[in-house]
């Protein structure tokens, strides 16, 4: 039984979404400009792309029925700069978002 708890916290934890939230991992901003100026992490500015790694079922309408959202896993967004909330989970950084928060999906 002991072992069995072992195998359960060592598992990683997943993410899963309530409602027309949407977890992401945020993509890492360069850090050295075109130039090739170094940029201090100071100076850095929270970086708004990401990818998204979870998305929630949806939020109800006033009817009761289930709105899709339109985004989906591996998805690249850009997002609002000050919104949604840090998480870290077995040593990986995640922001929860709202699906409002969401500016545009990127195709790359």
């Known amino acids: 039984m002991a072992a069995k708890a072992a195998a359960?916290?060592?598992?990683?934890?997943?993410?899963?979404?309530?409602s027309d939230r949407i977890v992401i991992i945020?993509?890492?901003?360069d850090e050295v400009t075109s130039s090739g100026l170094v940029i201090?992490?100071?100076?850095k500015?929270?970086?708004?792309?990401?990818?998204v790694v979870a998305v929630g079922p949806g939020r109800l309408d006033d009817n009761g029925k289930r709105v899709v959202l339109d985004l989906a896993?591996?998805?690249?967004i850009l997002y609002a700069k000050y919104t949604g909330t840090d998480v870290k989970i077995d040593n990986v950084d995640y922001i929860v978002l709202n699906e409002k928060d969401?500016?545009?999906?990127?195709e790359v």
Not at 40 to 43: I, L, N
């Open 8 to 18: 359960k916290s060592a598992s990683k934890t997943k993410l899963v979404p309530l």
């Open 40 to 43: 201090p992490d100071t100076a």
């Open 73 to 76: 896993v591996g998805d690249r």
């Open 45 to 51: 500015e929270k970086p708004q792309q990401g990818e």
């Open 26 to 29: 945020p993509l890492k901003q």
């Open 102 to 106: 969401v500016l545009c999906k990127l």
